[in-house]
């Protein structure tokens, strides 16, 4: 069975990190994309990042977070993560890490929001 538990979120203040932490069970992490998506209060989800199967050595990031944010995954861990630096009031949302429809398969960021949650996700908040 998938399970997907994602952690680390807090309050923080404008300017400040925080790491987000995925861990992965029930599934051949190693060979699938992994995405993080966001929905903050009131709005759709959105797309955050994608980070390739293995080694992951191709990331991609929405237009938002570039520059700000960096995934990265520890297949010996089953561990995708989430370093979101610089944060804004902005990116306050509940943070979920997806993973990909089947393995080395591809998923745009427009279809990863079609993607199931295994997750409950992880609640960031920034405020002054």
């Known amino acids: 069975q998938v399970q997907l538990v994602e952690s680390g979120g807090d309050q923080v203040q404008p300017g400040e990190s925080l790491r987000l932490s995925c861990a992965a069970s029930?599934?051949?992490?190693?060979?699938?994309?992994m995405y993080w998506v966001r929905q903050a209060p009131g709005k759709g989800p959105e797309w955050v990042s994608s980070?390739?199967?293995?080694?992951?050595?191709?990331?991609y990031y929405a237009d938002s977070v570039k520059g700000r944010f960096t995934i990265s995954r520890d297949n010996a861990e089953r561990t995708l993560y989430l370093q979101m630096n610089k944060l804004n009031v902005e990116d306050t949302s509940v943070y979920y890490c997806?993973?990909?429809?089947?393995?080395?398969?591809?998923?745009?960021?427009?279809?990863?929001?079609?993607?199931?949650?295994w997750g409950q996700g992880t609640q960031v908040t920034v405020s002054s």
């Open positions: 997806v993973k990909g429809l089947r393995p080395q398969y591809y998923s745009t960021a427009s279809a990863v929001l079609s993607l199931p949650r």
């Open positions: 029930g599934f051949d992490f190693i060979n699938y994309w």
């Open positions: 980070i390739e199967p293995g080694s992951g050595p191709t990331k």
